[in-house]
């Protein structure tokens, strides 16, 4: 493997990412499903809340949007796998409108709204993996990094945003928020299937087997080649003690506050610190660290993002926890976006829907798992001593991923092997780029051994 790396190239804009009508289509369309879910989420729980009474009823029908991913998040994205991915989006808002519509007519009872929340949110694994596996051929390059980190950025926008905004309209009216839900899934899907080409799925019959071989096939590629095994440890590891302070803000703030301002508000700051961290994290280091710097801080950041809140231990105020909070979300912010844009760069066409949704049900499971347990450990301990000897524990853990990170010629020999696996395919789907997009990849024809940035 050539040693050259284009070293002179700066990093990719936003103004660049922004310029495809694809990806501004896409991201739209995103940007209001997400405010959605996360609108419906705050709207059900009123709802629900409202017609039975049942705070355990209520804290269901928040809970369920969740079990798609568990019971069924692999399968349903194979699955997507096999079809256009343009037509699943659209199918997927389409059936989610239709459902959120029936949950908003009143009367409803509660047992069938929490049904047809479940069955509304399975549309989310193959919609979301679908978009995941159309991404990179929208984007090349730097270009899909920074468009991966606008995705995640606004992906925590959208849940303040969602909150706010469904909270506010569901103590007026919670059906008038569920109607408002589905228009933004309308919405959505207009918007795909006006800006988004048609392409066919890059599953191809050589790919072809049965669902079930199809699920596993997505498992063992993510664990069994060591680049992707190595990110997806990484992400796991970061969503394991990230999650932790957002999870356990109700109970920091019923036990600490610092006379500034109550329990209930000192809970809503501590919940949005990190996503706030995350967009800043996002914009700042996506618009101004150049690539390859990007990818010379992994290591570093992957110690610093648990480190930051180990001085939990010490008992901070609301305020300052926060600030930790933040910090946390800001270091995660440099790993997550750069290991997804190697994490599909290494993979090969026709695997990324399913390798999504293996990641994205390891990310689910992992955040509930971590907040129960500190949830568990807070019933005996003091939450701010349970939230910095997890940290303390995940800067353990991080130092064995920082260790055990591949080196930069592993990860490009695994993003070439990728590309040669693709094109090697002769029953492969070819795929046209426009603007930016198709320059990046003509330039990248010739020298695909050398290393990516």
Same mark, same amino acid.
């Given at each position: 493997m050539s040693d050259e790396r284009p070293a002179q190239e700066g990093p990719a804009t936003f103004r660049d990412v922004f310029g495809q009508p694809e990806f501004r289509a896409l991201f739209a369309a995103n !940007?209001? @499903?997400?405010?959605?879910?996360?609108?419906?989420?705050?709207?059900?729980?009123?709802?629900?809340? #409202?017609?039975?009474?049942?705070?355990?009823? @209520?804290?269901?029908?928040?809970?369920?949007?969740?079990? =798609?991913?568990?019971?069924?998040?692999?399968?349903?994205?194979?699955?997507?796998? #096999?079809?256009? &991915?343009?037509?699943?989006?659209? +199918?997927?808002?389409?059936?989610?409108?239709?459902?959120?519509?029936?949950?908003?007519?009143?009367?409803? =009872? $509660?047992?069938?709204?929490?049904?047809?929340?479940?069955?509304?949110?399975?549309?989310?694994?193959?919609?979301?993996?679908?978009?995941?596996?159309?991404? =990179?051929?929208?984007?090349?390059?730097? *270009?899909?990094?920074?468009?991966?980190?606008?995705?995640? @950025?606004?992906?925590?926008?959208?849940?303040?945003?969602? &909150?706010? !905004?469904?909270?506010? +309209? $569901?103590?007026?009216?919670?059906?008038?928020?569920?109607?408002?839900?589905?228009?933004?899934?309308?919405?959505?899907?207009?918007?795909?299937?006006?800006?988004?080409?048609?392409?066919?799925?890059?599953?191809?019959? *050589?790919?072809r087997s049965h669902l079930l071989r199809e699920t596993g096939q997505g498992f063992r590629i993510v664990f069994e080649r060591p680049v992707l095994r190595a990110i997806a440890l990484l992400v796991f590891s970061a969503m394991l003690f990230s999650i932790v302070p957002e999870g356990l803000a109700a109970g920091w703030a019923a036990e600490r506050t610092d006379g500034a301002m109550d329990a209930g508000t000192a809970q809503a700051v501590i919940m949005a610190a990190g996503p706030v961290g995350y967009v800043l994290g996002g914009l700042i280091i996506g618009r101004l660290v150049a690539p390859a710097r990007r990818l010379a801080l992994m290591r570093p950041l992957m110690v610093i993002a648990p480190a930051v809140l180990v001085p939990a231990l010490l008992d901070p105020t609301p305020s300052v926890v926060a600030l930790l909070a933040a910090a946390c979300g800001f270091a995660v912010a440099g790993l997550v976006p750069v290991a997804n844009g190697l994490f599909v760069q290494a993979l090969p066409d026709g695997y990324r829907a399913r390798a999504f949704g293996v990641m994205a049900t390891g990310t689910q499971v992992i955040q509930g798992a971590a907040v129960l347990a500190t949830g568990a450990l807070a019933e005996r301990f003091s939450v701010p001593?349970?939230?910095?000897?997890? @940290?303390?524990?995940?800067?353990?853990?991080?130092?064995?991923?920082?260790?055990?990170?591949? *080196?930069? #010629?592993? +990860?490009?020999?695994?993003?070439?092997?990728? #590309?040669?696996?693709?094109?090697?395919?002769?029953?492969? =789907?070819?795929?046209?780029?426009?603007?930016?997009?198709?320059?990046?990849?003509?330039?990248?024809?010739?020298r695909r051994r050398h290393a990516v940035t």
């Open positions: !940007i209001l @499903s997400w405010v959605g879910d996360y609108l419906a989420k705050a709207a059900v729980t009123v709802l629900v809340l #409202r017609e039975t009474e049942s705070v355990a009823l @209520s804290a269901a029908a928040f809970a369920v949007s969740y079990l =798609p991913w568990l019971l069924g998040g692999p399968l349903l994205s194979a699955l997507a796998e #096999r079809h256009r &991915y343009r037509r699943v989006m659209v +199918i997927c808002d389409l059936i989610r409108m239709a459902l959120m519509l029936l949950v908003a007519m009143p009367f409803m =009872p $509660a047992w069938s709204i929490l049904a047809l929340i479940f069955l509304a949110t399975l549309a989310n694994p193959p919609s979301q993996a679908a978009r995941s596996a159309v991404m =990179p051929q929208i984007l090349t390059g730097d *270009r899909l990094v920074v468009g991966l980190s606008a995705f995640t @950025s606004a992906s925590q926008a959208a849940q303040v945003v969602g &909150y706010l !905004i469904g909270a506010t +309209i $569901a103590a007026l009216n919670p059906n008038a928020a569920l109607l408002v839900n589905a228009a933004t899934f309308a919405l959505s899907a207009l918007l795909v299937r006006v800006g988004v080409r048609d392409r066919p799925s890059t599953m191809t019959a *050589r790919h001593s349970v939230v910095g000897a997890w @940290s303390a524990a995940g800067v353990l853990l991080m130092l064995v991923a920082a260790f055990a990170w591949p *080196r930069p #010629r592993t +990860i490009d020999a695994a993003i070439a092997a990728a #590309r040669a696996e693709s094109s090697a395919d002769p029953l492969a =789907p070819t795929h046209t780029a426009q603007g930016p997009a198709a320059a990046d990849r003509g330039r990248e024809h010739g």
